[in-house]
T-cell receptor, first 116, second 115 residues
Framework: AQTVTQSQPEMSVQEAETVTLSCTYD???????LFWYKQPPSRQMILVIR??????QNATENRFSVNFQKAAKSFSLKISDSQLGDTAMYFCAFREDTGANSKLTFGKGITLSVRP | DAGVIQSPRHEVTEMGQEVTLRCKPISGHNSLFWYRQTMMRGLELLIYFNNNVPIDDSGMPEDRFSAKMPNASFSTLKIQPSEPRDSAVYFC?????????????FGSGTRLTVV
């Protein structure tokens, strides 16, 4: 079974600085997808960024980027120029590329606080 | 598109009562998922459907929980009888079946409190 581990329960960063959130996963599959979701206090789950395992290039979405290390099974999220609105829980998630078996497995999440 | 629509947003009920949570997926999304979120256990997959057919219900905690998807635009999660330990946020999510790197689109969740 796939597992996703987020070992840091919480982090804090000063506004405008950069922060990196860690995630590791375990799988025997070669093809899969990885995601980071943001959950602000409103509790809405918002997709931040996604990465295909077959792509070597790290995904980037504006201030958000990932460091995908397939051999190490590591998928960290870097938030540059942190903003107060980035305060939220962040979940790392994994999905196999097996068609019908398309369920997402989530990590426990990390609470990020951005200080003014 | 209005996104994934869940109702009610909040539900408070007494122990022993029946609770029904509702979900309308995004039109054209063939896969629908029910998750439960608690502080202790995080996000747990309860059940998911492909083309209205339940594929995996191994996450349903016990027989008190049941889920249906009578058509492509509607699903329910029912708890009967409800217990205080069922208190949690219940999310519904949908995605197009087999659509590669497409993530889930989540509803805004139902916060259930059983007293």
């Amino acid at each position: 079974a796939q597992t996703v581990t987020q070992s840091q329960p919480e982090m804090s960063v000063q506004e405008a600085e950069t922060v990196t959130l860690s995630c590791t996963y375990d799988t025997s599959e070669n093809n899969y997808y990885l995601f980071w979701y943001k959950q602000p206090p409103s509790r809405q789950m918002i997709l931040v960024i996604r990465q295909e395992a077959y792509k070597q290039q790290n995904a980037t979405e504006n201030r958000f980027s990932v460091n995908f290390q397939k051999a190490a099974k590591s998928f960290s999220l870097k938030i540059s120029d942190s903003q107060l609105g980035d305060t939220a829980m962040y979940f790392c998630a994994f999905r196999e590329d097996t068609g019908a078996n398309s369920k997402l497995t989530f990590g426990k999440g990390i609470t990020l606080s951005v200080r003014p | 598109d209005a996104g994934v629509i869940q109702s009610p947003r909040h539900e408070v009920t007494e122990m022993g009562q029946e609770v029904t949570l509702r979900c309308k997926p995004i039109s054209g999304h063939n896969s629908l998922f029910w998750y439960r979120q608690t502080m202790m256990r995080g996000l747990e997959l309860l059940i998911y459907f492909n083309n209205n057919v339940p594929i995996d219900d191994s996450g349903m905690p016990e027989d008190r929980f049941s889920a249906k998807m009578p058509n492509a635009s509607f699903s329910t999660l029912k708890i009967q009888p409800s217990e205080p330990r069922d208190s949690a946020v219940y999310f519904c999510a949908s995605r197009p079946t087999g659509a590669g790197n497409y993530g889930y689109t989540f509803g805004s969740g139902t916060r259930l409190t059983v007293v």
